[in-house]
Each structure stands twice: as C-alpha cells, then as structure tokens.
C-alpha cells in the first residue's frame, strides 16, 4: 500500500503528477469543525511554486476543489475529500525515462516494481506535486489543531552550508511572522545568504539540499504511546513519506549522540504544566508529549532534477550515456517543503490526540 | 495503540519490565520456514547484559520459550507467539518515581497518559528490556531473508566523539565478524577507545550515547512503496519505536543537505542487477529499494538512568529536589542496540517485501 | 472510521448525496491490470435507477470519471480515483428532517453521532447512493478476478415472500445471462411474481426488501485465512457495509442449525481440484476458500423510505407527529443491490488473494 | 493477517491446540480499569467443556495466566496478554489426517495454503478451542463495558429444530440467570428438548447446530459509523471468525426480507433516551447504534467431527475411502458458544465506543 496512513485520523492520498487530478481523503475527521478555505488556501500557497527567485517559473493553479465532507463550511462527519486538477497536459517527453533512469528520481524502481507499467510524466505518483494534497490534509489538521491551543511552525534552518539559528526549543513564541516569508528563517540576514547559494546552484545548473526545524507549541503532554507507536515513530513515518527527506532527527538527535547523560537529560522544573529547563528531548518522553515544545528537524536532498548533463545507463542496451533532464525544475525545494513539514506534523499530531482521546471516560 | 506495527506480517510487542513477561507475536508469517532456535539464541545473547565491562552486570536469561506457531522447527503459517519470563522481583523501590519522575525518563509523561495507573517498576512497557521480543521477532525474519540472500548488519559507528569507519555503501561485503565483537566496529582501534568513552562515563557516575549504523545487502530492487508507506517510513516507524532513537538517516542523511545534486545524485551504471556509481540514497529511490544496499543510521540518546544526582520535580508539592536514581544501569546502551536495529530493520523489510509478493502474478 | 476497508488492497469510500461529488480510492492494485471502462460502466449500470417499472424514475448519470491511477487503460500501481458528480442540487426540503428524524433511516443516530453537523441532503454519507463508488471499486476487481478464471454473479433469491430457485451450490455454470436481466433470477417467472410484489407495494405507498444470492466460481482452494480473518469475516464485513443488509450467510447458513453433522458434511470427492459431493460449507472451511463455489446470501430491509405517513418523533418538543417522507425513492432496493453484492464479494475476494499472494515464493 | 483485529483497541489471538499455549493480547485498553479475575474465570467456565451431559468429557483447565497489562488488578496501558497452557500431548493421531481430510474440517484448506506445514494436532490454529483466547478478551472488555452500563447477553434460540423463545428486543430486562444455565433460554422447558436433541444426536454418532441470540441492553446512541466501519460489520467480522458460525442477521434479520416498509420502520418514541414502538432494527440505524438494544443471532453448523463412518477422499491416491474420526467431540457446540458470542459482542463494541470517544471533545 502506496499512500495511505493511520490510526484513528485515516488519510489516503492520490494522483499523478500528469493524471488529471491529484488529492486527498481524511476520514473520520471529527464534526463541527469550522474549516477556513480561505485560510487553507494560504497555507497552500506557502507550497505553491513561484513565489520568489529560487524556485521554478512554473505556474500551479493550486486551488483545491472539496468533493465531500464539508457542510457550509463545517466537517460534517463524513470522509472529507479535496482535489487539485492538473492543468499540465502529458507530455511524450517523458517516455524515453523508462529506459533511460534520472539519477536520483524513482524512474528506475518504478520500472522494476511496476514492472514498465507506472505513470512516468511528471514523476507520477512519486513527484513532488503530491505534497500538495498532504499540504490540504495538514492545513485542515493544523486548523483543528490551533482551536485547542496548538500551534505548528517551521523554517528554514539550513540552505547548502548556510544556517539559520535554530528555534529556542522551550518555546513561547510567536512564530506567525515565518508564515509570511518566502524563506522562512528566525535570523533574517540567513535568508539572503540560502537566497544566493540557490541562485549560484541555478546559474550552475546544479541543485542544493537544507533542513527544515519544526516546533510545535501548546501539545499538551500524554498525547502519543510507546514504542511502536511512538510520536516519534508517527511524524517520522509521514516525513519519509515526503519526497526528498533522508533524515529526521527529534530535540537534541544526532548530536545527543555526542552528549554525556548528565547534560541531555532535561531536568524538570516547576510549571504549570510541568516545565523542563532544557529540551533535549525535543518535547517526547517514553513516545509520549511531555507538555514541552516538539522539536524536529528533516533533512532534504539537492532536487535530483538538475539541468547539468548526467550520466546515466541506457537499460535497453545496458549502456552509461550522457543525459540531458528536460522541464524546469526547483533548483531548491526546501522553502516549499516548509508548510509540507508542518503539514506532516499536524497530521500526526492530530491522529495521536484523537488516539489518547479514544482511552479517556472511561474512569 | 502502543505496540503493534506491520501490513502484510504483522508485530505486536507485548510485556513490561517486572510483569510475569514480556513477548511478541508475529502473525502472517509464511508456512514452512525453518527457523532455528540456537541461531535465534545467538542473535538474542547479542542484545544481552552482561556481555562486558562496558554494560550493566545485570544478568537476564532471556532465552524464550516458543508458545506457538512452530511444528517441529518450521513455521505452521500460525501466529507465532515467543514469551521471555521476567525474573526480577516487583521492587517496592519504584512507587518513588510517580512523584518525583526521572529526567529523560518516560516516568513523567506516562503518569500523565495513564493517569498513575502505568506500571513504574522497571520502566514498564516503556523499558529497553522490551527490545527483546523486538529482537525475537527480528531474529525470525532474518532467519527467512537470509535464505532469499538478504544480509542484514550493523555497526558502531559512533560512541560519544569516538567514530568507527563507515561502512562502504555499495557493498558486496562479507561482515559477519561484526556479530562476534563486542563492540562491533569495522575499525578495530575504534572499539577500544569506544570502550574507553563508557568507562570514563561510568566512573563519574554519567552515561553517553552513540550512532548505529546498518546496511541491508542482498535486497532486490522493488520493495517499498511511494510516500506514506515508503521504505524509509517503515524502517524509520520501526526505529524510533526503540527507546532511546531520537534521530534517523538514510544514505547520505544529514549530509546530503550540504550536497550539490550534481554531488549526490547516484549515476546509474551496467550491471546484473542495475548498480549506482555512488550510494548517497542508501539503496532507496522513491520510497522503493534500488537494488543497492539499504544503508541508514540511528542516533541513540545517553542512558537517561545516571547515578550522579539529579534535579528533578517532586510532583506532590511542586519543588524542585534532588534525585539519585537507584539500580544498576548501562552507562552506554549503543552496544546493544546494534542487534536491535538489524532487527528492526529486518522487520520493515520482510513485511514491505510480502507487500510487493501480494502485488505479483497478476500479469 | 467510517469507510475504509482492507489489508493488502485498501478501498477508501467518500462522499454525501448531495455533495459535489461521490468517489472510491482503491490503493495497491496490481499494475498493468487492463481496465475496460466501458465494462465498468455496464456494470455500473446495473445498478443505476430507472431501469424498470420496479425502481425510482429519479436518473442519475452515474459515469465515472478517473482520476488517477490508470494510464492508457492499464492500472499503474499508484492509487487509483474515481469520481462521480452529483447533479441533484442541495435541497432545503432535508432540515426537517433534523428534528424530525425518518423511522428506520440514520437521520436520529447521526444527529446524535455528529452532534448536529451531519449532510442531512439525501442521506447524507449513509445514502444508497454511496454504493456507486463500492460498484467502482468492485467492478474493477470483478475485471482483474475475470482475467485470473473467477466469476462473481448473483440473483435476487427473493423479494416479499416470492422466492427465486437458488444457485447449484457445485456450479460449473454459466451465469452471464443474469447480468442482463432487469430482474436477474434463475427462474424467468419468478421475476414477474417480484415484480408484482414491488409495485403492489408502491402502489400502496410502501416498500419490500428481499434477498439477494452470490455465487463465485473458480476461485482456487488456500484463499482466506481462520479466525478474525476469515473470507466470511471479509466478505460480511463489506456486506454489512452495504445500507439496508441486516444478514448474511454462507451455504446452508441459518439452515445448517437445523441439520444434523452427518448432514452438513462435504464428503471430499476426486476430481481435480477436488470436490465435494454437496456444498453446505459454502466454499469455505475454517475461512479459507476450499475451491468449490463459494455462495452466500444477504438480507436487505425494506426501504424505510415509504410514501405512506409514518409516526415519529419531533426532538424539540418530545412530541409524536405524523411524518410524509418527501421525494421519490425506490419501493424495492433488492433489484439494483444485486450488482453491490458482486462488488462487495469481488473487493473481499481480490483483497484475501493478494494476501494469500503475500506469502508466496519463500519455500 | 488470521488473528488480529481492531480499529481502537486491537486484539492478537494465538495458539494452536496442540501447542504449548494459546492466548490473546489486548493493545490499547484503557489505563484504570480493574479487571476481576475471579469473574473473569467464572467468565470463561461457562464456555469450558464437561458442563453437563450435552458436551465432551474431555476436561481443560482453563485458568489464564496473565503475563502483562495489569498491576495490582488494574490495568495499566499497557498491552495486556493472557495465555492458557495446553495440557494435551501432541498426538500423532492427527497424521492421518494430512492425507485423509476430514469433511467439514479446515484440514483440506489448510493443507493447501500452508502447503503442509500446518499444524494438523487438535485441529491446530482452527480449533474451537482458540474460542477460549477470544474469551478473555471478550470476558475484559464485558467488566469495563459494564462498569460504563453496558450489558451483554446471550441465550440458545435454537437447537436443532427446538426453539427458544426470542429476547424481546425493547429490552431493560435482568439477564443474569441466563449466565448461570447450562444450557441458557428464556423458556426453561426449551432446555430439556435441546438436551434431548443433543443427546440423541450423540447416541448416533451425529452432532447438531444451532443458534445463539445476544442482547446488548445500555450502549449509548451515536457509537458505530457508516458503511464499512458499521456496527453490524464489526460485530460480523468478529463473529465469522468463531469457528462453525455461518450465519449472522441483525434485529429482523432474514425475516425482515419478508415485511414491508410500514411494518420493518421502527417508530420513535418519546423517552430518555428516544426509544423507538419496535426493534426490528436491532438497535442499529446506519451502522450506529440508536440507544435501542443491540439485537443479533449467530448461526452455528453441526460439529463436523462426528463419530459415524464418513466418506472422504485419500489425497495420496485420489480414492475416496472411509473415515472413521477419533477422539472424543462436542455433540454440540452451541452451548458453550454462548459466552463467545458475548464476548465477540463485547469487544467490537468496546472497540467501536472507543472510536467514538476519539472524536469527541473538540467542539
């Protein structure tokens, strides 16, 4: 099974790139919940290409059209379904990927799973563009989510070799003012720096990676469950899910490697509710929220479509030639990946509440 | 929902700390594999206390007992249940917990979701102890992928600031010797100063954590799935469900947010099967393996269970007090993680490989 | 959740009567399946109304479209979306129905589930209208099974107290026939007592229910798995899905209480496969499939929607008052259920395959 | 997948009859709840064998020993799993039976999906005796079901040709005593025709069905949801997995086939709750419950193990021969099927109020 995924919150996500739609189903989302398309379609707008110098020229018509679920503007109890129709007609262009594989795209194991029969234009259900149906699933999540106090913010917190500061993982912030930046980072000057180091990968024809940092604030804490189940386990499933993420790391992560006991441990503190005074453990305990900040991070690779010639193999004649990738492409995709981050989070978040919700009365 | 996973085999953990035991059932499994008991003891004493200066002295005689699901050494197509009987005492020592919970502990967050009622001695279900059944169920699917010839091993790659060598990612490596080793590294030099960094935590008192690194060979292209069931989703759900994982990579990771896509992509190249040039997508393309070996890594926190003191929160009366935690701990789990990991790997594996065994012979 | 369904394929339902749109996900198809559309639109039309004198004159163009999923008339492996638009504009004449809910529809159980925020319009969700996307997903089954030598038809067994001649539970028939009768029956003059029956009742302001008989025919021994899996656990769980079924049984069902062991046995006979010399079983011992025809039958009500005034209750003032059902609705849902009950049977069957499939190939 | 189940909370059986044990795990179960396990086994006595003279006098012990879930008689959040010991030896009576399939039986079946791995001892995985794991589960989800004002109960309405009066489905009766009959009905003289049925089918060497009628009195209106996640699927696909059930109807059920609309219409009624005049319904309206009691009936096949000759088929040669089935059987199981119907009943109940829960308190 591709692309759907959970417990209670049940998200099934559908398309190809070129097909003539793409979108999404939430089942069993809770009813008399007020949905903002205007709001919603903000959101989207965050992941929609052509927003600034760094990404594609091309043009999405992102809006997405709600089939069900939604009675005058209120979820209604029933799956509710969203799709985008694709304006992109299918092009022939994409034919000869079947033999010759772009380094670093899906082309070549499709073919072998699919055994030649998948959808190869515009990378089918394996592009990028899918997100955008994820983007709908998370911006109704995050809607739900900020009515009980919970809200999901992300940026940019590396381009290339260029860093922007991390969040202060203890949260109490106000994170709004990311939402309206088309490279969303806490250290303004960082932004103009990622802006040149993907301008210099474009003029190059060549392509850069980054990381996105996610916070989330007002997570009440016994929201998740342990081991298999785990918080970690379920952002961490929809983020690999999210073409291009090679990593996830939560609160301290890879360098709590590196740390002694004494100094990861966050050691409690009184609060209403209860506080740490650090926040290593990026907000999960045991798999479960600790009433702290989630803090996590997604590494993104450089977009495998470059412009630059590649070798590749030539399947039909078991060949390397010398490829050309046609189309316009993102020569970075982390400042849309952003809202795709959060989205994910949202997602998960929502589907672990409802799973704790689904224990309570019964004492 | 705590503790069960899987599509087509599917897992469910069970046990705590100082119940009477802890296990797994593993169901769907395909009839008529051999599965042999001694190899499994081997893979289990790998995770076992006790095994040098560098672990707990605690001794677990975590040998299971098979409830089910064999007939004379094969499987029965039946679920296959294996317990492993726990023979700590319940200690009174831990009622302590609920009102003053461990820094980096799940003590906190699980008084929160359980409302007191979880259960604190040992840890619980929350505790590494329940990486056994993990690792039982682990061992079985090892036992069935090596005779399709798919390896899976790990290493150290990394102990607080002392690295081993990485592994080569394309493979075609013998490295069965890393299950004889203690400390089981590719660089032999590392393992000793590796063994130094856990003494010197464990004489004052602290913990450190360290990198597990693991790499999958053998594995044919075309298993996984797009997005929200991709390869790295599985495998990742299954890891952070390890106690302790706070952060995964796949391939180049981390570092392939610093790469060009000129750099990282991986160029196609002749052979039976279809190779790559470079490894940096650890042998996953669009979710689904490439035929490359899957190589990723795991980043394990220090033991939270440190002897030096402690600030934590009396919850009661909402100060701030020392703690000394009691009971004898690793003062570096990484150890053994290393079996854990190839387990959980093993798991995701096998299960997304009967997923494609479902999609064939249709055509 | 409300209308997913499934291990291996995984069928996910969306839509409200009067929402823009109605539609089914089916994820994990096969690729390079050939679908016949035009095929599937027979078989869609079958359970279209307005095909006799029997059903509501209400037309509905129930043409799919295709979202995704299928390129140039072959599946692709990425899910697959069908859509169908509804015309019927949102209509006023349903809030009524809010206080005053319709004695045997969902109208009380929804407002009490949704609180308030249910689609009311047309039945919302819980309409028969919502079996249009379940004939989607089946018809496209009932293809793929066709191409692998299995055949799903059924009969009306009855309406009111006129009952149909019931299928040769050996079978080795050829049923085709029934897919092109409006009345499908085994008996020709069968159909014309039925149909007396359904129009003695709308001339009467009232409805019939009836009972509709599946027999599927070469479908190998091994499919289906015992206990909480079982093929009948599948295939009753989609039947029971389907609005007005209220029972369901396979073979002798309810008859087999009243036979003796010696009785309801299958003697196993030769034959290749093999056979049994009756079929009380149904096709199916200890929930796997035994290679004889696997029958069943399902029970519908009666439409709750009559013309005849009805009593029910207002909410508001916990009053009894006379109820006149508006619209025009079928008085006889058996004739166009007979289509639903193949595709109900078809998702299961594909469904417990592909799983048996799973386990395949590791001896 | 054979033996797992759930949305909310998720049940795992295991076992072979044959093999060292079988048991259940129950994930998901909510934190607080105590479980008395002195009901619980009084619980279970009722499905033992050798109650009375209408069943086998083959003895189980079976006392479960619980492994995990529960701390000091609560549970704890944790997965919760019982398992009960088999004292039967491993016969090699069985054997034969791998060439010589029983009528009835899943021998055949299974022998081919398991390719002759099965475990063929006791009737292995499909033994009715993996009913006793569904007991504990179900005997759980009972205490907790009726500390919230839920009750389940269940009577024989028929055996063989003998019926008992049916329950009358408006409910708010005391049930209790039925738990203390050996045989439960309504009407006392029922009783001793069954036994006699039984005990002439016995004295012949021959077995007979029968049906259970269960009642649900106290469930809430608004638990359930539409079409594939119904009340009525959920409560069928658990009831399917009881080994020898092949029928399964809901309030009118089959009957309801023959009513017309005005007659099957259950008209509301002013109460607190809404009641409704009748309950041919059974207490479901659009897969949710209407607050009326949950009314349904499983029927049961004759015990396909009987004592008389039998012709089956000799696999090896394709000759049919004689069969003469060892061992001592149930003449008839529906007596002690009675507390497996309950307990089936009560964990699709719990599971689906579960559910329910999760969706609440977001408004």
Same mark, same amino acid.
């Given at each position: 099974?591709?692309?759907?995924?959970?417990?209670?919150?049940?998200?099934? /996500?559908?398309?190809?790139?070129?097909?003539? +739609?793409?979108?999404?189903?939430?089942?069993?989302? %809770?009813? @008399?919940?007020? /949905?903002?398309?205007?709001?919603?379609? +903000?959101?989207?707008?965050?992941?929609?290409?052509?927003?600034?110098?760094?990404?594609? %020229?091309?043009?999405?018509?992102?809006?997405?059209? =709600?089939?069900?679920?939604?009675?005058?503007?209120?979820?209604?109890?029933?799956?509710?379904? #969203?799709? &985008?129709?694709?304006?992109?007609?299918?092009?022939?262009? !994409?034919?000869?990927?079947?033999?010759? %594989?772009?380094?670093?795209?899906?082309? !070549?194991?499709?073919?072998?799973? !699919?055994?030649?029969?998948?959808?190869?234009?515009?990378?089918?259900?394996?592009? *990028?563009?899918?997100?955008?149906? =994820?983007?709908?699933?998370?911006?109704?999540?995050?809607?739900?989510? $900020?009515?009980?106090?919970?809200?999901?913010?992300?940026?940019?917190?590396?381009?290339?070799?260029?860093?922007?500061?991390?969040?202060?993982?203890?949260?109490?912030?106000?994170?709004?003012?990311?939402? $309206?930046?088309?490279?969303?980072?806490?250290? %303004?000057?960082?932004?103009?720096?990622?802006?040149?180091?993907?301008?210099?990968?474009?003029?190059? @024809?060549?392509?850069?990676?980054?990381?996105?940092?996610?916070?989330?604030?007002?997570?009440?804490?016994?929201?998740?469950?342990?081991?298999?189940?785990?918080?970690?386990?379920?952002?961490?499933?929809? =983020?690999?899910? &999210?073409?291009?993420? $090679?990593?996830?790391?939560?609160? #301290?992560?890879? +360098?709590?490697?590196?740390?002694?006991?004494?100094?990861?441990?966050?050691?409690?503190?009184?609060?209403?509710?209860?506080?740490?005074?650090?926040?290593?453990?990026?907000? &999960?305990?045991?798999? /479960?929220?600790?009433?702290?900040?989630?803090?996590?991070?997604?590494?993104?690779?450089?977009?495998?479509?470059? +412009? #630059?010639?590649?070798?590749?193999?030539?399947?039909?004649? *078991?060949?390397?030639?010398?490829?050309?990738?046609?189309?316009?492409?993102?020569?970075? &995709?982390?400042?849309?990946?952003?809202?795709?981050?959060?989205?994910?989070? #949202?997602?998960?978040?929502?589907?672990?509440?409802?799973?704790?919700?689904?224990?309570?009365?019964?004492?």
């Amino acid at each position: 099974m591709s692309s759907h995924w959970g417990n209670c919150l049940h998200i099934s /996500i559908f398309g190809q790139s070129h097909a003539p +739609a793409i979108g999404v189903t939430l089942d069993n989302l %809770p009813a @008399g919940q007020p /949905i903002d398309l205007e709001e919603l379609n +903000a959101f989207l707008a965050r992941r929609a290409p052509g927003r600034g110098p760094t990404s594609t %020229p091309r043009k999405e018509a992102d809006q997405p059209e =709600l089939l069900c679920g939604l009675v005058n503007g209120f979820t209604c109890g029933a799956p509710l379904t #969203a799709v &985008i129709r694709n304006t992109n007609t299918r092009s022939q262009d !994409y034919e000869e990927l079947r033999d010759m %594989p772009r380094p670093g795209h899906a082309d !070549y194991t499709a073919q072998v799973k !699919y055994r030649g029969f998948q959808d190869l234009a515009g990378g089918g259900h394996f592009s *990028g563009r899918l997100t955008a149906p =994820l983007c709908i699933a998370g911006g109704i999540c995050l809607q739900i989510l $900020k009515r009980q106090g919970v809200t999901v913010h992300a940026h940019i917190q590396r381009i290339a070799s260029v860093e922007d500061r991390p969040f202060d993982p203890l949260g109490e912030q106000d994170l709004d003012f990311l939402t $309206k930046m088309p490279l969303p980072v806490l250290c %303004p000057e960082a932004a103009s720096r990622m802006e040149e180091e993907i301008l210099s990968a474009r003029r190059q @024809g060549d392509s850069v990676g980054g990381v996105v940092e996610c916070m989330v604030q007002g997570l009440p804490a016994g929201v998740g469950s342990p081991m298999l189940e785990s918080l970690e386990s379920r952002i961490a499933g929809l =983020l690999f899910g &999210i073409p291009a993420v $090679k990593g996830v790391e939560f609160g #301290a992560g890879f +360098a709590a490697a590196g740390l002694r006991g004494s100094e990861n441990n966050d050691c409690f503190r009184p609060g209403t509710p209860v506080q740490t005074a650090t926040n290593h453990s990026g907000g &999960i305990l045991g798999g /479960i929220s600790s009433g702290m900040p989630v803090v996590f991070r997604a590494a993104f690779k450089p977009t495998p479509s470059i +412009a #630059a010639a590649q070798e590749t193999l030539r399947l039909s004649t *078991g060949k390397t030639e010398i490829l050309n990738v046609k189309g316009r492409h993102d020569p970075c &995709i982390v400042p849309r990946a952003v809202p795709v981050v959060e989205a994910a989070a #949202a997602i998960a978040l929502l589907d672990a509440w409802m799973e704790t919700k689904s224990l309570e009365g019964f004492l």
